[in-house]
Nanobody
Framework: QVHLVESGGGLVQAGGSLRLSCAAS????????MGWYRRAPGKQLELVSV???????NYADSVKGRFTISRDNAKNTVYLQMNSLKPEDTAVYYC?????????WGQGTQVTVSS
């Protein structure tokens, strides 16, 4: 079994910052990529950012320059530093881990940005 534990969500004012963390534990043979998706109210799930095992990164255009993804391979943990938050960043954020055989999802953490 693989377990993902997310933390760091919450309520913040526009312009503020939050840092999300996602720690993967259990029977993970190998991890290819780790990343974050989000679902805003009434909208579809969208990719926020992903980081590969080699450190390559990709960001949604809407968060470029504001969000930074990083990972600690030794701890199987991925982080998302979110700066200059906007009300439109309000969503449930889901951790995503792509292993060699299976894709895993976190339970989601709420991020609310007030104007």
């Amino acid at each position: 079994q693989v377990h993902l534990v997310e933390s760091g969500g919450g309520l913040v004012q526009a312009g503020g910052s939050l840092r999300l963390s996602c720690a993967a534990s259990g029977s993970i043979f190998s991890i290819n990529s780790m990343g974050w998706y989000r679902r805003a109210p009434g909208k579809q799930l969208e990719l926020v950012s992903v980081i590969t095992s080699a450190g390559g990164t990709n960001y949604a255009d809407s968060v470029k320059g504001r969000f930074t993804i990083s990972r600690d391979n030794a701890k199987n943990t991925v982080y998302l530093q979110m700066n200059s938050l906007k009300p439109e960043d309000t969503a449930v954020y889901y951790c995503n881990v792509v292993g060699s055989l299976t894709t895993y999802w976190g339970q989601g953490t709420q991020v609310t940005v007030s104007s």
